[in-house]
């Protein structure tokens, strides 16, 4: 059964870091690019950055929006991919999701991605 399951959400100030973790299972981790999206209320779901297989044409994307500020990695020994969020503004408030899809390449579609986690709030005060 394949499984993701983010954490380390939470509430925190504008200005303030979180790190979210997405632990997976039930694949072969090396043959699937992840993905982190998310989506606030009342907006669509949005590709915030996207990893391919270190192996494979490795290549990170990060939305505009995040660029300098969140950093995506992987330990391929954990199975697991961490972002790492500094400087947080209220506009980064959102309901994150960790995704996968069975291929090497990472794309920002959320509809090519096959697997998703359950989600976990992040939430910044101004």
């Known amino acids: 059964e394949v499984q993701l399951v983010e954490s380390g959400g939470g509430l925190v100030q504008a200005g303030g870091s979180l790190r979210l973790s997405c632990a997976v299972s039930?694949?072969?981790?090396?043959?699937?690019?992840i993905g982190w999206f998310r989506q606030a209320p009342g907006k669509e779901r949005e590709a915030v950055s996207c990893?391919?297989?270190?192996?494979?044409?490795?290549?990170?994307y990060y939305a505009d929006s995040v660029k300098g500020r969140f950093t995506i990695s992987r330990d391929n020994t954990k199975n697991t991919v961490y972002l790492q969020m500094n400087s947080l503004k209220p506009e980064d408030t959102a309901v994150y999701y960790c995704?996968?899809?069975?291929?090497?390449?990472?794309?920002?579609?959320?509809?090519?991605?096959?697997?998703w986690g359950q989600g976990t709030q992040v939430t910044v005060s101004s």
């Open positions: 990893l391919s297989n270190t192996g494979y044409e490795a290549s990170i």
């Open positions: 039930g694949f072969t981790f090396n043959d699937h690019a």
């Open positions: 995704a996968s899809r069975p291929s090497p390449v990472a794309v920002t579609t959320f509809t090519d991605y096959a697997y």
